[in-house]
Every structure is written in C-alpha cells, then in structure tokens.
C-alpha cells in the first residue's frame, strides 16, 4: 500500500476559497522575495567573513555557488507563481476551457514544491551560519 503524507494546511486550503488560495500564492511570493534578501546577506557575510580572515576555502566557494542555484530557483519559483496567478485571473474571467479543479490541483503542486524548497533552504541556512560561525 502506499501512503503519502499531506501538509494538513494544504488540504484545509485546497477546499477554501479563490480569494485565499490567491492570499497563499501572494505570501509565498512575498517569501522567495525575502529569501532572495536573504541569500545575498549570507553573500554578503561569507565574503566579509573570508576577507577578514584572508581565508578562501573550497567549501566557501561551494556555498557561494550554492547561493546562485538558490536564486534561480527562487525565480523559476517565482514565475511559477506569477503563472499561477495569471491561471488564476483567466479562471475569474471564465475563459472557456479552465476548470477550478484545474487550479486547485495546480496549487496543490505549487505548495508541495514551496514546501520542499522551505525544508531545504532552511537546511541550507543551517550549513551557512555554522560555515560563517567555524571562520
């Protein structure tokens, strides 16, 4: 038999309304933005960290490349949403073709992926502030 573990707020979601499923693509944009903040401050402190002291190791520069993957992410993320916005808006205007059930499966997928990528990138902080904290 196989079974699969669902985020119980997803599935409370998933019933509700447009309007609040619109109100969770909007704050997981609003999420990738900071995280994006985010991931250039850690930028920002590893090359200062490494500078001040005159150390540049491979895993360093790992976490750096690390970071950039991270930002496209975030933008592949980000115009996943916004698309499902726009999904979203041709639905509201009943354009032929476009079924609720639709979306709703397409938010489904979306959240699964946000929280995924929230799982890892907060793994991600964990290996930056102990890299940032050993220099």
Do not use: C
Request: hydrophobic share 35%; proline share 1%.
């Amino acid at each position: 038999m196989k079974t699969t573990s669902s985020n119980p707020k997803t599935e409370f979601l998933l019933g509700a309304g447009l309007d609040v499923l619109h109100r969770e693509s909007s704050e997981w944009l609003e999420n990738i933005a900071f995280w994006k903040d985010e991931t250039r401050f850690f930028l920002d402190l590893l090359r200062k960290k490494e500078t001040e002291e005159g150390v540049k190791s491979e895993y360093g520069e790992m976490l750096g490349n690390l970071d950039t993957i991270h930002a496209l992410l975030f933008d592949y993320l980000s115009n996943d949403i916004a698309d499902h916005e726009k999904f979203l808006s041709r639905l509201q205007k009943g354009e032929k073709g476009l079924s609720d059930g639709d979306y709703r499966d397409q938010h489904r997928k979306l959240s699964e992926r946000m929280d995924v990528f929230t799982k890892d990138f907060r793994a991600f902080k964990k290996m930056v502030f102990g890299y940032a904290m050993k220099l």
